[in-house]
Structure formats: C-alpha cells, structure tokens
C-alpha cells in the first residue's frame, strides 16, 4: 500500500539554524509533493508544492528539494525562529490533484 | 481559516446516534474534501467531492456518507457512530486540477467524540 514516512521523534533546534525535515514514500508515483504547517488545534496550511520533474523549489526561507528515484523530499528552513515551531506534513498527490495522502507529519521545535 | 468554515468545532456524541459534520466555503472552489485525523496516522481521505451531486470514496471510507447539494456546503454524515470515530474532522478544498500549485484549504476542524 501507499505509504508515506516522515520521522516521528521531535527535531529541536536552536535558532538561527537550518532545520532540515524528511519526507520518504513508497508504492506511489506523486504527480506534486507538497509540505504543510500545523499548528496546535488548527487546520494545516500549505506551505510549497513541488512537481515530480523539477528538483527544489524556493520561497522565502523555505526550500524543498525532491529526488523521484530516492522517493524523497528535504523540507529546509533557513535562519529558523521560535515562530517556526509546529508540526510539518509532507502529502503526495496524483496527477489529478485529489486523493492526497498525508504523513504522520515532524514536530519541529526552534529554541531562542 | 478564511473562506471555509467547519460546524461544529466540538460535539459529543453516543454511540449509535447519526451525527452530521457541516463545511462551508466561500471561495466557490469545485473541489472539497473530508480527512480524519488520528495521533499516528496523518490525515486520511474519507469523501471527495469534484462538483455539485459528485463524490467518490476516499481511504477510509467505510460508516460515512457525504452530500453536496450546492458549491458552498459539503456534509458528512457518520450514519450510527461509533469509538472507532472519535477522531478530529478537517474539511479541505481546493481549485481545479490544474491548479494544484496552491495546495488545499483547510477548515479549524470538528473534534468529534463518541462515548
């Protein structure tokens, strides 16, 4: 079955760093990657979408690389701040943009 | 979140009763959605609907039923609930399929429990 797998345990960092998220999946052929923001008691937001031929997308201090081969994508946040705590959803979506499956998703904690 | 609107945020529900989730866009977008959301697994598709009187099973699918009578309203129906749904309740939606680039909008979502 499809299945997308994104690290479970919390990423702490201190700010200023680059926080680094992984996204892998198997038995899936994604037509656009995509990474959202959840905070506590909220809806996701989206965040960046990528599609299954280009390499890294760009926005702001976000930057989200895709390998199709390794079936992974790299979700970077560049000079984190406290703000940019919250949970990270890495979903996949088919060339007709619904049915997207969702990851578990990566709590990310930025520490002043 | 602006232009989607879930109703109710909370509701407690016992077991066997019919309960209905409301969403609401203002955004006339065509498609909409209905996930479920569990610690451990992620979002998960229940319904999907690409037009008015149009919908399709998603995941997990299976005791939920969904209706869209108008653009702007897209109901889930849990016919007789149980435990097993007690869950968080995200409405999306989303523009036409050639304009994925903007992702979904989500609902605050409906934090259902059933005892």
């Known amino acids: 079955s499809q299945k997308i797998e994104q690290n479970s345990e919390a990423l702490n960092i201190q700010e200023g760093k680059t926080a680094t998220l992984t996204c892998n999946y198997t038995n899936y052929s994604p037509a656009y990657l995509q990474w959202y923001r959840q905070d506590p008691g909220r809806g996701p937001v989206f965040l960046l979408l990528i599609r299954e031929n280009e390499k890294e997308k760009r926005k702001e201090r976000l930057k989200v690389t895709f390998d199709t081969t390794l079936k992974q994508s790299l979700f970077h946040i560049t000079a984190s701040q406290p703000a940019d705590s919250a949970t990270y959803l890495c979903a996949l979506s088919n060339t007709g943009g619904f049915k997207t499956i969702f990851g578990a998703g990566t709590r990310l904690f930025v520490k002043a | 979140d602006a232009g989607i609107t879930q109703s109710p945020r909370h509701k407690v529900t016992e077991t066997g009763t019919p309960v209905t989730l409301r969403c609401h866009q203002t955004e006339n977008h065509r498609y909409m959605y209905w996930y479920r959301q569990d610690p451990g697994h992620g979002l998960r598709l229940i319904h999907y609907s690409y037009g008015v009187k149009d919908t399709d099973k998603g995941e997990v699918s299976d005791g939920y039923s969904v209706s869209r009578s108008k653009t702007e309203d897209f109901l889930l129906t849990l016919e007789s609930a149980t435990s097993s749904q007690t869950s968080v309740y995200f409405c999306?939606?989303?523009?036409?399929?050639?304009?994925?680039?903007?992702?979904?909008?989500f609902g605050s979502g409906t934090r259902l429990t059933v005892v």
């Open positions: 999306a939606i989303s523009e036409s399929i050639n304009r994925v680039d903007g992702g979904y909008t």
